[in-house]
């Protein structure tokens, strides 16, 4: 095969994203969100959002990574973020597993490159990918925000557990992480979102 | 109203994108494409294909562009491509009246920036916006080509008007643009695109 007809059959493998179904619920009309316009949510949201990544941040790097990032799921499908760590463990293993599948569909030198924009995000290794990564924690509680609970309802999470999500957002951008906090107290007083159990 | 509460604001608004519909038919579930996952399909084309934009584009900006290129939509809707004059003619102007309101939307400073790179996009006044336009083109070429036929079948579109399109990717990308002239005469021979008619 040449090179250009692998690269296309890379790029028609990853439209089959667009059939991975995700937790979040989008309004209007009510649907739940698949992970291509996921992806793209998101490379906007970078573009828009880029002034609050640590001085230095490479955004073309950061909306490149976020393009890539849940190729996987073509293979692995979409995990709730807070799933219990044994089907975390499981899918991390299969994700790594569809990386290796499809990143290889690609010319040689594209698919190391492209791998390891992917693995780099993964590992939040620098601050570009902690950056991805915090807009890909931000984007699902703003969809949740607006939807009046959303899957926090749906799957009985609590303030806690969303706010443990929001140290990966402070990990990302001081600014969006201390957002991220705002709107969790928010939609606790809201009765949006079920507050933390109360200590002993 | 404060920065970010503006930029989440323009973000929450260009998420309705994912409830425009395309004339693109998707295989596997067949279903319309929406203009969400379309800008994400293409902004990852971009990465994918970059060495085939003429040496010193930036490839950075082509994916900036693609991600913002279809905002206009949440508006004027999609129109199909080989719509007619008149149409088209009504179409730019309520992209650009979409254009007006949803960049406003941003603070100042961004509203000018995104959409000088709208304006770039449209008028293919760069090497970044001529490649971003000819991937714009050749991605429902390939998912036609995939579907037997797609929307060239359910409207009657013949081999001539595809060429026409062609030119646009030839523009962009010698190489594309021979690939999908390639395309084209291969759908007339195995008969999922009608041949142009003939001369006089």
Chains 1, 2 share one sequence.
Request: aromatic letters at 6%; hydrophobic letters at 45%; a negative charge.
């Amino acid at each position: 095969m040449d090179r250009l007809t692998r690269q296309l059959e890379f790029a028609a493998e990853a439209g089959r994203l667009k059939a991975v179904q995700r937790q979040t619920m989008l309004t209007d009309p009510p649907r739940r969100e698949n992970s291509a316009e996921h992806s793209w949510h998101l490379t906007l949201m970078a573009l828009a959002l880029a002034e609050y990544a640590p001085p230095g941040t490479d955004i073309g790097k950061v909306v490149s990574m976020l393009a890539l990032h849940d190729l996987v799921e073509v293979d692995a499908g979409d995990l709730f973020v807070y799933a219990g760590e044994a089907d975390q463990r499981r899918q991390r293993a299969a994700e790594r597993a569809a990386a290796d599948r499809i990143f290889a569909l690609l010319p040689p030198d594209q698919a190391v490159r492209f791998r390891g924009l992917w693995d780099e995000f993964e590992e939040r290794a620098s601050a570009e990918a902690r950056f991805a990564r915090a807009i890909d924690r931000l984007q699902p509680m703003l969809e949740n925000s607006k939807a009046g609970g959303g899957t926090w309802h749906e799957h009985g999470i609590r303030a806690d557990q969303v706010m443990a999500k929001v140290a990966l957002i402070e990990d990302g951008s001081a600014e969006l992480g201390g957002y991220a906090r705002r709107l969790v107290e928010r939609a606790v007083r809201d009765g949006t979102l079920a507050p933390a159990p109360a200590g002993p």
